[in-house]
């Protein structure tokens, strides 16, 4: 149930009520419009040579200005479309062409009297989009005013910090004369916000403390709140970011998708699927719908996006595990999980017997939550779900525990269930070298294991848990008692590519056909390929024509690969595949390539953490790279990017071996873990020392195998997956 505003005397358009932050949304609107018609009046001056703007716009994208100059008095800052949506919901166009626009499939609605069904202006409608679930957080002036006085500390939740929000923030929300920096100067002749344009360390945000200024921390997760503000009662307000629902989304398309300020929301509304539905849309997809011309055709993109089988549309035929589909291990064990159910549900099996709990780690988007739900379904039993990032959105860690006990007291009351629980990473461990927010992270643990503890004691619930990181968890989580399985969930294979596919296309395209595309789509999870067939399918009912390969392709982003990058990415693979088959026969478990990646999976060879164990698992780490050096004759960036890049993982085993593990230029002391960004001068060079050292031995190595490396490579490009045991085979009949 939505409040209404007593700031808007607005007449309910097509009798829907304003939502409370309706008002302020508008407002925040047209100073937003009105800095964007900022921007767009220096673009043209710049473009016809006012070298003055060119300076002016420069110093705005280099964040030196604020906000652009306005050449408009303040009365004119308001754009139309707000100025018409306050003051009348009457029709404005003759009944005539009223009737013939709707005819037409237009939306009457949102045409202007010109003929226009679009802004003068248009704004980026991630703005929008933004600003709306801002002012749904806040809901009114007042509360967000509240978060500019002097030592105001405001966290908001699922907000990404990024350069684009202070600017969002600057030109829409802060008030005239405000300014936002990362960090507020000792003295500034303007008020200030404090606003980080990335995640902050814990010693970041007591800096930002010990100044007065207020401060707006945006957290992109839960589990990355600091420690100072979920250690307990800290005067810090903590809000959750609104996820997109229908108000919100109503409130942008009356903005992107109409030249007055209104849509026929009447119908707009009963198109868009449910908010729980409209929040798990991913912005990708939504930005996609929104390219439909009218707000009514976005609503039905939408609801094509998320649409999904009625409940009892599939009939089951019982209890069984042959809908559990997968060829991983998790996947059998999941089947053996539920054929032990329905074994105890028959008295056949006693409870202390069987297995009744199960620990999927990955990748996000490699199918934990779905194998999950497939096992109650097999079964035949209630799901109750749950995670860290929702038990720690109810509030202080009194409130979190009160809600991870809840969670699991329904479970029990629903015996025989699965509860699944996500996100377990987010619980950290007792044992973290970050001695910040310890007390809480102490608590937090222990108050999951006093419910995993409880849970063995009852009888009929299966708990399934899922994390992307298990080397986060504490130890005590993960050894026997409190799970009694742990699977793996990696990228699907490619027979198990073909396989989803070949679920949903069978009656679409030819068997060669999937196949070709399972080849291609070969690195992307079943997550990718299930939202990639979903748009592909809608797209095609908005053009009114059959699937066809061409929008397949699309949708997977799969057009056309480019054969240059493919043969780098197969070479950089093949390197480290043959290293490491010559320096730990029998670790590689699977090459995979894709259209823009590689992977190789190998089986961990660091088991007594010896200095020659790392010595080796460096020169593998570096050996991707060496072979670009070798068969190319030149490097690409491809062994570094983000922190599970080949680089990273290296450059991490360099400082640990100094810093934690005592085989360094440290002895035998340990010093913690390294903060990568406060490496000293003499770390840094030890780390390129070291990585050189790496290369080179890689490169020696791979060297007398330059025609092995070529045809591994041309090898993989054909058939985009090698297991273990056929590179082996390959190896040695080269």
Same mark, same amino acid.
């Given at each position: 149930?939505?409040?209404?505003?007593?700031?808007?005397?607005?007449?309910?358009?097509?009798?829907?009520?304003?939502?409370?932050?309706?008002?302020?949304?508008?407002?925040?609107?047209?100073?937003?419009?009105?800095?964007?018609?900022?921007?767009?009046?220096?673009?043209?001056?710049?473009?016809?040579?006012?070298?003055?703007?060119?300076?002016?716009? =420069?110093?705005?994208?280099?964040?030196?200005?604020?906000?652009?100059?306005?050449?408009?008095?303040?009365?004119?800052?308001?754009?139309?479309?707000?100025?018409?949506?306050?003051?009348?919901?009457?029709?404005?166009?003759?009944?005539?062409?009223?009737?013939?626009?709707?005819?037409?499939?237009?939306?009457?609605?949102?045409?202007?009297?010109?003929?226009?069904?679009?802004?003068?202006?248009?704004?980026?409608?991630?703005?929008?989009?933004?600003?709306?679930?801002?002012?749904?957080?806040?809901?009114?002036?007042?509360?967000?005013?509240?978060?500019?006085?002097?030592?105001?500390?405001?966290?908001?939740?699922?907000?990404?910090?990024?350069?684009?929000?202070?600017?969002?923030?600057?030109?829409?929300?802060?008030?005239?004369?405000?300014?936002?920096?990362?960090?507020?100067?000792?003295?500034?002749?303007?008020?200030?916000?404090?606003?980080?344009?990335?995640?902050?360390?814990?010693?970041?945000?007591?800096?930002?403390?010990?100044?007065?200024?207020?401060?707006?921390?945006?957290?992109?997760?839960?589990?990355?709140?600091?420690?100072?503000?979920?250690?307990?009662?800290?005067?810090?307000?903590?809000?959750?970011?609104?996820?997109?629902?229908?108000?919100?989304?109503?409130?942008?398309?009356?903005?992107?998708?109409?030249?007055?300020?209104?849509?026929?929301?009447?119908?707009?509304?009963?198109?868009?699927?449910?908010?729980?539905?409209?929040?798990?849309?991913?912005?990708?997809?939504?930005?996609?719908?929104?390219?439909?011309?009218?707000?009514?055709?976005?609503?039905?993109?939408?609801?094509?996006?998320?649409?999904?089988?009625?409940?009892?549309?599939?009939?089951?035929?019982?209890?069984?595990?042959?809908?559990?589909?997968?060829?991983?291990?998790?996947?059998?064990?999941?089947?053996?999980?539920?054929?032990?159910?329905?074994?105890?549900?028959?008295?056949?099996?006693?409870?202390?017997?069987?297995?009744?709990?199960?620990?999927?780690?990955?990748?996000?988007?490699?199918?934990?939550?779905?194998?999950?739900?497939?096992?109650?379904?097999?079964?035949?039993?209630?799901?109750?779900?749950?995670?860290?990032?929702?038990?720690?959105?109810?509030?202080?860690?009194?409130?979190?525990?009160?809600?991870?006990?809840?969670?699991?007291?329904?479970?029990?009351?629903?015996?025989?269930?699965?509860?699944?629980?996500?996100?377990?990473?987010?619980?950290?461990?007792?044992?973290?070298?970050?001695?910040?927010?310890?007390?809480?992270?102490?608590?937090?643990?222990?108050?999951?294991?006093?419910?995993?503890?409880?849970?063995?004691?009852?009888?009929?619930?299966?708990?399934?848990?899922?994390?992307?990181?298990?080397?986060?968890?504490?130890?005590?989580?993960?050894?026997?008692?409190?799970?009694?399985?742990?699977?793996?969930?990696?990228?699907?294979?490619?027979?198990?590519?073909?396989?989803?596919?070949?679920?949903?296309?069978?009656?679409?395209?030819?068997?060669?056909?999937?196949?070709?595309?399972?080849?291609?789509?070969?690195?992307?999870?079943?997550?990718?390929?299930?939202?990639?067939?979903?748009?592909?399918?809608?797209?095609?009912?908005?053009?009114?024509?059959?699937?066809?390969?061409?929008?397949?392709?699309?949708?997977?982003?799969?057009?056309?690969?480019?054969?240059?990058?493919?043969?780098?990415?197969?070479?950089?693979?093949?390197?480290?595949?043959?290293?490491?088959?010559?320096?730990?026969?029998?670790?590689?478990?699977?090459?995979?390539?894709?259209?823009?990646?590689?992977?190789?999976?190998?089986?961990?060879?660091?088991?007594?953490?010896?200095?020659?164990?790392?010595?080796?698992?460096?020169?593998?780490? =570096?050996?991707?790279?060496?072979?670009?050096?070798?068969?190319?004759?030149?490097?690409?960036?491809?062994?570094?990017?983000?922190?599970?890049?080949?680089?990273?993982?290296?450059?991490?085993?360099?400082?640990?071996?100094?810093?934690?593990?005592?085989?360094?230029?440290?002895?035998?002391?340990?010093?913690?873990?390294?903060?990568?960004?406060?490496?000293?001068?003499?770390?840094?060079?030890?780390?390129?020392?070291?990585?050189?050292?790496?290369?080179?031995?890689?490169?020696?190595?791979?060297?007398?195998?330059?025609?092995?490396?070529?045809?591994?490579?041309?090898?993989?490009?054909?058939?985009?997956?090698?297991?273990?045991?056929?590179?082996?085979?390959?190896?040695?009949?080269?």
């Amino acid at each position: 149930m939505t409040e209404t505003s007593p700031q808007l005397p607005l007449p309910r358009n097509n009798g829907a009520k304003r939502p409370l932050w309706w008002a302020f949304a508008q407002d925040c609107l047209a100073r937003l419009h009105a800095s964007e018609t900022d921007i767009v009046d220096l673009e043209r001056r710049a473009t016809a040579g006012d070298t003055a703007a060119v300076d002016t716009l =420069m110093e705005y994208e280099g964040g030196d200005r604020p906000k652009p100059p306005s050449r408009r008095a303040a009365s004119g800052m308001q754009s139309a479309a707000v100025a018409v949506g306050r003051v009348s919901s009457a029709p404005h166009l003759p009944p005539e062409e009223w009737d013939a626009i709707a005819a037409d499939g237009g939306d009457p609605f949102a045409t202007a009297k010109d003929g226009r069904t679009r802004p003068a202006t248009p704004l980026p409608l991630s703005d929008v989009i933004l600003l709306a679930r801002l002012a749904a957080t806040f809901r009114t002036v007042d509360r967000w005013e509240a978060s500019l006085q002097p030592g105001a500390l405001t966290v908001v939740i699922g907000l990404e910090p990024t350069l684009s929000l202070g600017k969002l923030l600057t030109a829409a929300m802060l008030p005239e004369g405000w300014s936002n920096q990362s960090r507020a100067p000792r003295s500034a002749p303007h008020p200030v916000l404090q606003l980080p344009d990335r995640p902050v360390l814990e010693k970041e945000l007591e800096r930002l403390l010990h100044h007065p200024a207020p401060i707006l921390l945006p957290v992109a997760r839960q589990e990355h709140l600091p420690a100072l503000v979920g250690s307990g009662e800290t005067g810090a307000r903590v809000l959750v970011l609104e996820k997109v629902n229908a108000d919100i989304l109503l409130f942008a398309l009356s903005v992107s998708h109409s030249a007055t300020g209104r849509i026929d929301e009447e119908s707009v509304r009963s198109t868009l699927p449910d908010d729980e539905s409209l929040a798990s849309l991913e912005a990708g997809h939504l930005a996609m719908a929104c390219r439909a011309p009218t707000a009514r055709e976005v609503a039905e993109r939408i609801s094509l996006m998320t649409r999904t089988a009625p409940v009892g549309e599939v009939a089951r035929q019982g209890p069984g595990p042959v809908i559990i589909d997968g060829t991983m291990p998790a996947h059998q064990t999941a089947r053996n999980i539920v054929e032990d159910l329905a074994a105890w549900q028959a008295g056949d099996l006693d409870w202390s017997e069987m297995s009744r709990s199960l620990l999927i780690h990955g990748a996000p988007g490699t199918g934990k939550t779905y194998l999950a739900r497939q096992i109650a379904e097999a079964a035949g039993v209630g799901l109750v779900e749950g995670s860290f990032a929702d038990w720690q959105a109810a509030g202080h860690l009194g409130h979190m525990l009160a809600a991870m006990a809840k969670c699991f007291d329904e479970a029990a009351v629903k015996a025989p269930c699965v509860l699944f629980v996500d996100e377990i990473d987010a619980a950290g461990s007792r044992f973290d070298g970050d001695q910040n927010g310890m007390n809480y992270r102490v608590q937090v643990v222990n108050g999951f294991l006093q419910q995993i503890d409880r849970l063995t004691r009852t009888q009929g619930v299966i708990l399934i848990g899922a994390c992307n990181q298990i080397s986060r968890l504490d130890p005590a989580i993960t050894r026997p008692g409190r799970f009694d399985q742990i699977e793996r969930m990696p990228l699907p294979s490619l027979s198990d590519i073909r396989r989803i596919l070949g679920k949903v296309l069978t009656s679409t395209l030819p068997e060669s056909e999937i196949y070709t595309f399972a080849r291609a789509a070969v690195g992307k999870t079943p997550a990718d390929l299930d939202a990639a067939v979903r748009a592909a399918r809608a797209d095609a009912r908005r053009r009114r024509a059959p699937m066809s390969p061409g929008l397949l392709r699309k949708h997977l982003g799969i057009d056309q690969p480019n054969p240059e990058l493919l043969r780098r990415i197969a070479v950089h693979e093949a390197g480290h595949a043959i290293a490491a088959e010559l320096l730990a026969p029998g670790s590689v478990v699977k090459l995979s390539l894709s259209d823009r990646g590689g992977l190789t999976e190998r089986h961990s060879k660091l088991s007594q953490l010896t200095t020659e164990e790392i010595e080796v698992e460096l020169l593998i780490l =570096m050996s991707g790279r060496a072979s670009e050096r070798l068969v190319l004759a030149s490097i690409s960036g491809g062994a570094g990017g983000d922190a599970d890049s080949d680089i990273a993982l290296a450059t991490s085993l360099v400082l640990q071996m100094d810093r934690e593990f005592g085989l360094g230029l440290n002895g035998d002391g340990w010093l913690g873990p390294a903060d990568m960004h406060r490496l000293t001068g003499d770390e840094k060079q030890r780390v390129r020392a070291k990585l050189g050292e790496a290369m080179t031995r890689a490169e020696n190595l791979l060297e007398p195998h330059l025609e092995q490396l070529g045809k591994v490579a041309t090898m993989l490009i054909n058939v985009r997956e090698l297991q273990g045991h056929e590179l082996m085979a390959s190896i040695h009949r080269l």
